[in-house]
């Protein structure tokens, strides 16, 4: 079955750096792209990044772009996410999620168990 | 971009009952790119609907969507008690690529 596992959330101080991993098993990792969405504790979902299934491209939302980098290692069947320049407005829970196509967002069909990170010095 | 609006905010229910949330976007969805998604406190959100009509895989049939354009609707035909959870709807094919609605809680009234 789609198994995807988060790791490397945290408390860290603002203006600091933390780097996000999703390891995926139960299917074929290098044909789907990959998102990552988060969720502000008590608030709804936010959609972060997504990455093409060779890593091609990738896609940002405003609020994170210049400051966040997705990439995947298709050989480990691992997602990254990179986070620089930490504000308090990024304490949330990180989801990974698998897409059902390759090279487009469309929808999230499977979801890891999130990851808090939280920002505050 | 486009902007999703749920209602409400909160519905209040007894099991057994039929529950309709409502989605509507501040432009026209295109080719009906709506899915919704249901969340229970301390877990991931799991997809119910895509192509604002399609049952993904393992969802009861008494979860139905419906709608296109800007209004898209969610019906639970008769809640169970499992049901009871924050659903949201989100929206894709536009730009940015996918964003959500704000959420509908169905409590147990």
């Known amino acids: 079955q789609v198994q995807l596992v988060e790791s490397g959330g945290g408390v860290v101080q603002p203006g600091g750096s933390l780097r996000l991993s999703c390891a995926a098993s139960g299917f074929t990792f290098s044909h789907y792209g990959m998102h990552w969405v988060r969720q502000a504790p008590g608030k709804g979902l936010e959609w972060v990044a997504f990455i093409r299934y060779d890593g091609s491209n990738e896609y940002y939302a405003d609020s994170v772009k210049g400051r966040f980098t997705i990439s995947r290692d298709n050989s480990k069947n691992t997602l990254y996410l990179q986070m620089n320049s930490l504000r308090a407005e990024d304490t949330a829970v990180y989801y990974c999620?698998?897409?059902?196509?390759?090279?487009?967002?469309?929808?999230?069909?499977?979801w890891g168990q999130g990851t808090l990170v939280t920002v505050s010095s | 971009e486009i902007v999703l609006t749920q209602s409400p905010g909160t519905l209040s229910l007894s099991p057994g009952e039929r529950a309709t949330l409502s989605c509507r976007a501040s432009q026209s969805v295109s080719s009906s790119y709506l899915a919704w998604y249901q969340q229970k406190p301390g877990q991931a959100p799991r997809l119910l609907i895509y192509?604002?009509?399609s049952r993904a895989t393992g969802i009861p049939d008494r979860f139905s969507g419906s709608g296109s354009g800007t209004d898209f609707t969610l019906t639970i035909s008769r809640l169970e008690p499992e049901d009871f959870a924050v659903y949201y709807c989100q929206q894709y094919g536009s730009s940015p690529p996918a964003t959500f609605g704000g959420g509908t809680k169905v409590e147990i009234k």
């Open positions: 999620a698998k897409d059902q196509m390759a090279t487009t967002t469309t929808f999230f069909d499977y």
């Open positions: 192509g604002a009509s």
